[in-house]
């Protein structure tokens, strides 16, 4: 990595930037490179591609805009090629997060406000005839 950053002067490599700054700066790269879930939770919303290390989030849903890779030179080399390639760059601009693209709250409070909660809120009364 340090490496790679060294003879990549517009290359740059944080070990926390923090929620607000880290969803700031994608508006500003190329790709993220990483294992976290936020580079299958948020990134693809964002039509980012994500080069994925290893396999810590196995089994998740991952978007098209992910690139699996082992945790190699190569295999990583491999997948930023992969990422900067036409094909993959043109596929980024129809991704779509399989987790969907937020809003969720907004969508539950316009369903709640269309329902009658009256006969629901209603508590019926049981005689119990104790002798």
Do not use: W
Not at 8 to 16: I, L, Q, R
């Amino acid at each position: 990595m340090r490496n790679f950053l060294s003879n990549n002067p517009n290359s740059k490599a944080f070990t926390s930037l923090g929620r607000l700054r880290y969803l700031s700066c994608l508006k500003h790269v190329d790709g993220i490179i990483g294992n976290s879930s936020n580079c299958l939770l948020e990134v693809p919303t964002c039509k980012i591609g994500t080069i994925y290390i290893g396999d810590r989030q196995s089994g998740r849903i991952k978007a098209r805009s992910v690139i699996d890779c082992e945790p190699n030179e190569p295999s990583i080399s491999s997948a930023i090629k992969k990422l900067y390639s036409v094909d993959f760059q043109n596929k980024l601009t129809t991704v779509k997060n399989p987790y969907g693209c937020g809003g969720a709250s907004e969508s539950i409070v316009n369903i709640l406000n269309e329902i009658s909660l009256d006969s629901l809120l209603k508590k019926k009364f049981y005689n119990l005839n104790q002798e």
